[in-house]
C-alpha cells in the first residue's frame, strides 16, 4: 500500500495521512499497455509493401547466364484497349492491341466486370509464346498489369481474373496432376 500525506489539517490538530490503494492504477496500468501493444501489430497487418522499381518480389534463383525469361506485360492505363506486350528484359519481343470490351454482370447485387475478349487472346498468346508449359514445370510464367491510380478496383480483378483463366496441367511429386493459373500476375501502378 502507499500513502499520500495531504499537509497539515490547519487549526486542528488530526493526522491527514491517506492510504491510497495502488492495485486498480497498477491493473489500468497494464491494461493501458497490453492495449497499446496489440494495436501496434494492427497498424502492421493494414500496410502492403510495395517496390515501385521492379513489381513482383526479387527472386531467390541465382542469375542465369542465358537468355532472360519473357513476361507478358498488360497496359490497361486508357478506357479504349488493352495493349499486351512480351518483354524479354527491357526488348519488346511481341506486342498486340486489343479492343477493351468489358461485359458487366451482377453477382449477388455486386457489378462484376468481365473481359472475355481479353481472356481469349491472352490464352492465344500464352500458347504462342509461353515458356513454362510442361506438366512437370514448377514454374509459372509472369504478366506484369500496368495500371494507373484511377483505375477501380473491378476492373483490376476483371483483368486478373482473364489472366487466370488461362491454365495449364501440373503434375506434382506423387503422380497428381491438377490444372493451375498459367501466369503468375504482379503489378506496375503508376
Known amino acids: ?25 497498477i491493473d489500468l496500468l497494464l491494461v493501458t499497455i497490453s492495449f497499446l501493444l496489440i494495436t501496434a501489430v494492427w497498424t502492421h497487418m493494414a500496410r502492403l509493401n510495395a517496390d515501385a522499381q ?33 518483354k524479354q528484359g527491357q526488348q519488346v519481343v511481341n506486342s498486340v492491341e486489343l479492343p477493351r470490351k468489358e461485359v458487366k454482370i451482377v453477382q449477388k447485387s455486386v457489378e462484376v466486370i468481365r473481359f472475355p475478349d481479353l481472356a481469349v487472346k491472352i490464352a492465344e498468346e500464352w500458347k504462342t509464346n509461353g515458356q513454362h508449359a510442361a506438366a512437370t514445370d514448377e514454374k509459372t510464367d509472369r504478366a506484369v498489369l500496368h495500371t ?22 501440373r503434375t506434382f511429386p506423387g503422380g497428381k496432376t491438377e490444372k493451375i493459373p498459367a501466369f503468375n500476375v504482379t503489378f506496375a501502378v503508376n
Open 148 to 169: 494507373d491510380n484511377k483505375t477501380e478496383y473491378k476492373y483490376i480483378i476483371g483483368v486478373i481474373d482473364a489472366l487466370y483463366s488461362t491454365q495449364r496441367d
Open 54 to 86: 521492379v513489381p513482383g518480389k526479387p527472386s531467390d534463383d541465382p542469375p542465369v547466364d542465358g537468355p532472360k525469361p519473357k513476361d507478358l506485360h498488360i497496359e490497361m492505363r486508357g478506357t479504349e484497349k488493352f495493349v499486351l506486350q512480351w
Open 1 to 25: 500500500m502507499a500513502g499520500v500525506d495531504v499537509g497539515g489539517g490547519g487549526g486542528k490538530k488530526r493526522a491527514v495521512d491517506a492510504e491510497i490503494n495502488m492495485i486498480p492504477f
